[in-house]
């Protein structure tokens, strides 16, 4: 996520850092290659021009120049310059008792996904959610939705034969409410502002179906034509935010950065992933904290606490400290972490500083490689996985031939298990000296 922005403000930290002493020349140096980078990420000319400015103001002072750590003043103005840029922490969803949530925006936005994972993050809040088919322009939309649906188990409300959008979504209404539904989520179609007729409907949806929340999808790989489409309908529609999908995949940032400012619509949501579980409260701070390079520690605890299961990570602990750690328990330690997501996604949330900060990234993270351990540890018997030291040369042979993999790949992996034990065995007694100086 915003790699490219990333990266080139990284750069400007590390000059400051090495020149020691700063004078006001690499101040006004450094400030226009954040500019330069900020342009290049495509975000809005207005912002970036505005931004600038009020880092300047401060930067420039007297605390900065005078500073034994200039580069780390100019990181803590730039990243809060960046948070009052994005906005205020979102909160959950205003929809008290029984509420109607409706999404509009582009074709191809990503509205009929986001839909389901709404619906799926409200359930879990012990909500009843109710989908409701309102996108009857494009082929296929209906049966879409009720896929998704079916994915997250939440039943879907849809127009029969050719019944007209503004009278099916009165029943829906209704249907809804006999139903016992206390979250009513119109997916509508997707349109541009430019098209009157398909306005003038959407403006007479809103007006009988009076939604609590209506929010603008809009595609984050986009840029400012995400940015532009959001100020169009802002002017026409009562928004009260806008949910931002394909975030993972956006290496600039430029609608993050300037959707806010220019289109004055606050970013509710984010997408950061195809999963249904993947759409996360936009949290200012923590974006902002990424695009400078200290990572997002909160998030990736939050993940961890989702997905692992905490007796199974006791158990584990508890092997550790008695020096049992198995390959059985390597192969379940692999698992609980794979649940967390794809593993750019979590090194993506590291800090590029301190111990992670000569990790290379530009390649990816080659998850096949955990697939292949897992593939070995399961051709072992439970004697091999408790006790490596059994595999001879012939056991070897068996297991690459029933897991598909290679000599080297297995030789890689015992070695790899061997030094993790070391290091846990030397991580246990510098835990126990520390405590017996306690």
């Known amino acids: 996520m915003f790699d490219g922005l990333q990266d080139r403000l990284q750069g400007v930290f590390s000059r400051l850092r090495g020149q020691g002493k700063v004078g006001e020349d690499d101040l006004r140096g450094a400030l226009r290659e954040i500019r330069l980078a900020l342009l290049e990420a495509d975000v809005h000319v207005q912002v970036v021009r505005s931004f600038v400015k009020r880092i300047e103001e401060q930067a420039l002072g007297e605390d900065v120049l005078g500073s034994l750590t200039p580069d780390q003043q100019v990181l803590k103005i730039v990243r809060d310059e960046l948070i009052e840029l994005l906005g205020e922490p979102s909160q959950e969803l205003d929809l008290k008792g029984r509420s109607v949530l409706m999404l509009c925006g582009l074709q191809g936005s990503g509205k009929t996904t986001t839909s389901g994972k709404l619906a799926k993050r409200l359930k879990s809040q012990g909500r009843s959610p109710v989908l409701v088919a309102a996108d009857l322009q494009r082929a296929a939309a209906v049966d879409q939705l009720k896929q998704v649906g079916a994915s997250v188990d939440v039943p879907v409300l849809a127009p029969e ?72 309908f802002a002017e026409a529609l009562p928004l009260t935010g806008a949910i931002l999908t394909k975030l993972d ?122 697939v292949a351990v897992e593939a070995l540890i399961n051709s072992m018997t439970p004697a091999e996985r408790r006790k490596p030291g059994l595999l001879s040369a012939k056991r070897k042979r068996r297991v690459v031939k029933g897991s598909g993999r290679t000599i080297q790949e297995l030789n890689q992996l015992l070695r790899q298990y061997k030094q993790m034990r070391k290091m846990m065995k030397r991580m246990k007694g510098d835990w126990m000296r520390n405590l017996g100086g306690m």
């Not at 098209?195 to 939604?211: I, Y």
């Not at 992933?273 to 974006?287: M, N, Y």
């Open 249 to 370: 995949g956006d290496s600039r940032g430029g609608a993050a950065l300037s959707l806010r400012t220019v289109a004055r619509v606050p970013i509710r949501c984010v997408g950061v992933g195809e999963k249904v579980e993947e759409l996360e409260l936009f949290q200012p701070d923590r974006l902002a904290s990424r695009i400078i390079g200290m990572g997002d520690v909160l998030s990736l605890i939050e993940k961890a606490e989702r997905a692992i299961d905490r007796e199974e990570a006791e158990r584990l602990a508890g092997k550790i400290g008695k020096k049992e750690f198995t390959l059985e328990d390597l192969r379940d330690q692999l698992r609980q972490v794979r649940k967390m997501g794809p593993l750019n996604q979590l090194m993506e949330l590291l800090p590029k500083t301190g111990p992670f900060k000569n990790i290379d990234m530009s390649q990816g993270v080659d998850e096949s490689r955990l």
């Open 161 to 232: 034969g050719e019944e007209g959008l503004l009278p099916f979504a009165r029943k829906a209404l209704q249907q809804a409410k006999d139903d016992g539904h206390d979250i009513v989520i119109f997916d509508t179609a997707g349109r541009l502002h430019t098209d009157d007729s398909l306005m003038a409907e959407l403006k007479q949806l809103v007006a009988d179906t009076q939604p609590r929340e209506l929010l603008f999808v809009c595609d984050a790989l986009t840029g400012q034509d995400a940015v532009s489409s959001a100020s169009h």
